[in-house]
């Protein structure tokens, strides 16, 4: 598509539930990241995945977070036990060169 | 480690208003600045950005200059309108890293 989508736009869980996010880029681009925008919040780097490079994981708040990207295109962001403070606006963006897209975020709450 | 320091929101102007979104920066080696702006119910948008000291970016009216001596990105617009009404994050990506770091964003409301 044109842009990149994200899916489910909103996302109600209860609290231990397991939850999946995901991301389809634009096609072609290589880079993938994932944020976070918590209420009032600004926003928070969770993951990035560059090509076939192995993914530089260091903002994900804690194991229970974890991210997949297959063929180098769709990425999924996995949250399990998901708890309250995991409520937030995930957004995924990507990028090549210098020309960075966003998507609209998928919007968790975890009730 | 890097940071971004936003002005603290909300701001609320009258239309034709000069705004001013206050920008300052803390980052190793020299890195690219950026505004995004997100309005209601969207995505983040790309609104401007600089790659090095003294360029200025500028788009829809809105226009922020990289001062490296200030380390600040303060962005501006002579003439605001309601359809301006969005939040307002500054951002860095540092030339030695791969993500952004963002500001806590400045929520802009325009009144007609």
């Known amino acids: 598509g044109a842009g990149v989508s994200q899916s489910p736009s909103n996302k109600v869980t209860e609290k231990g539930k397991d939850v999946e996010l995901r991301c389809d880029p634009i096609s072609g681009h290589t880079a993938l990241y994932w944020y976070r925008q918590s209420l009032g919040q600004g926003l928070e780097f969770l993951i990035y995945f560059q090509g076939n490079s192995a993914p530089d994981k260091s903002g994900l708040p804690s194991d229970r977070f974890s991210a997949e990207r297959t063929g180098g295109s769709v990425s999924t962001l996995t949250i399990q036990r998901t708890q309250q403070e995991d409520s937030a606006v995930y957004l995924c963006a990507s990028s090549r060169a210098h020309g960075y897209t966003f998507g609209s975020g998928t919007r968790l709450t975890v009730v | 480690g890097n940071s971004v320091t936003q002005m603290e929101g909300p701001v609320t102007l009258s239309e034709e208003a000069f705004l001013t979104i206050n920008c300052t920066y803390t980052?190793?080696?020299?890195?690219?600045l950026f505004w995004y702006v997100q309005y209601p119910g969207e995505g983040l948008q790309l609104l401007l950005k600089?790659?090095?000291?003294?360029d200025k970016g500028s788009n829809k009216g809105f226009e922020a200059t990289y001062r490296k001596e200030t380390t600040s990105f303060h962005l501006e617009k002579g003439s605001v309108q309601v359809s301006d009404s969005a939040v307002y994050f500054c951002a860095l990506m540092s030339n030695y890293g791969q993500n952004f770091v963002f500001g806590p964003g400045t929520r802009l409301s325009v009144l007609p």
């Open positions: 980052a190793t080696g020299y890195p690219s």
């Open positions: 600089a790659t090095k000291a003294d």
